[in-house]
């Protein structure tokens, strides 16, 4: 398991925004590494600090995007529970992937890093 302490402090940082844009990175970063079955450890390593990422975020963020960063939270919680007959299921694998980028989209959109 990760120490996650120095990549808090480092991850804290930085503004909302670019906080927010980290988040959507590493949900990009699942699905392109989703496409090769031999990343298992680095997704399932993506989907743990994404989960980290929204536990440092949500609160300084507006109620709107706090809310959905909950509701990706969720998401990622139910990634992490049925991981291990998700990821050698190509369609699973798949349908994950394509939520993650679905989600990497949104929360770039909520950073308003692309105005």
């Given amino acids: 398991m990760r120490d996650y302490t120095s990549i ?9 925004p670019i906080r927010l844009g980290g988040l959507a990175a590493n949900l990009a970063r699942v699905k392109s590494f989703s496409d090769m ?7 399932s390593s993506l ?22 960063l909950v509701e ?5 919680a139910r990634w992490q529970r049925t991981y291990a007959t998700i990821w050698p299921d190509p ?3 798949l349908e ?11 929360i770039l959109d909520l950073s308003g890093l692309l105005l």
């Fill in 91 to 93: 369609v699973q694998r």
């Fill in 72 to 76: 990706l939270q969720i998401q990622l």
């Fill in 8 to 16: 808090r402090k480092r991850y804290l940082r930085d503004p909302l």
């Fill in 47 to 68: 989907l743990a600090e994404s989960k980290h990422f929204i536990e440092w975020t949500a609160a300084e963020a507006e109620v709107e995007v706090a809310a959905e």
């Fill in 96 to 106: 994950m992937a394509e939520q993650a980028k679905r989600w990497s989209d949104r």
């Fill in 37 to 43: 079955g031999k990343n298992d450890l680095l997704v």
